[in-house]
């Protein structure tokens, strides 16, 4: 099974045109970084809001476990049922996978920077108001800062299940490296499925190699050891 996995790896024809592997990264990655975006978006605002004032705990917290149990197949396959009789193009087949993608990219953000903000040093949000520091100045030139380690781990989790994730977008005839696992699948090319698997767990990897050097660029030397933590 590894010599066919490795020669379907190493043939030149499946590195090649459209759908070819380079390609279908390109795509999967694309992906990822819009729904990463997106689940940002919303996520963040939310989490400094939360932390900073202390407001909507108990909320933020069934909100997060709530959407941790969603099924994302399912929900997958209800936004293309609603959304695809109302769109055209690419958009009918990306936008029910983006909004799922994101949905599911929410919940780590949101525990990462409402987390960071709560757990910065009482005796730092103290010294910055006695300075005479507004709220505003306070959160985001004291506390953001301090929670940096954490609200990059939140990005990074976040990612990871984008990634494998959209991995199930293919089976709504989204592209991506999903497409080897379901051509595969529908083919009974089981080569084609592992290796479309292995590439998932390369991209991932490689992604994340990458967002531990960006959170190791902007984070403080001294407060690295929160984000490990």
């Given at each position: ?19 070819g ?12 970084l ?27 917290v ?7 149990a ?42 990462g ?44 989790s ?29 083919n ?21 190699i ?14 690295a ?5």
């Amino acid at each position: 099974m590894i010599a066919t996995i490795w020669a379907w790896l190493s043939d030149p024809t499946n590195w090649a045109g459209a759908g070819g592997i380079p390609a279908q990264s390109l795509e999967h990655l694309r992906l990822s970084l819009i729904a990463l975006l997106a689940a940002a978006l919303v996520a963040v605002p939310i989490g400094l809001y939360v932390g900073h004032t202390g407001r909507g705990r108990v909320v933020l917290v069934n909100v997060v476990s709530a959407f941790r149990a969603i099924p994302s197949l399912g929900v997958l396959f209800i936004a293309a049922l609603l959304l695809l009789p109302h769109l055209r193009g690419n958009l009918a087949f990306e936008l029910p996978s983006l909004i799922v993608l994101a949905v599911l990219g929410i919940p780590p953000i949101l525990s990462g920077v409402y987390a960071g903000i709560e757990q910065v040093d009482p005796a730092a949000r103290d010294a910055a108001r006695g300075m005479g520091m507004t709220g505003w100045q306070r959160l985001w030139q004291v506390e953001v800062p301090c929670a940096l380690p954490l609200i990059c781990s939140g990005l990074r989790s976040s990612m990871m299940q984008i990634i494998a994730t959209a991995t199930i977008a293919a089976v709504v005839g989204l592209g991506g490296l999903g497409r080897f696992l379901i051509d595969g699948q529908a083919n009974r090319k089981y080569d084609e499925m592992a290796g479309g698997a292995i590439l998932v767990a390369l991209l991932a990897l490689v992604v994340d190699i990458v967002f531990s050097l960006v959170q190791r660029a902007v984070v403080s030397p001294g407060l690295a050891s929160r984000g490990r933590t």
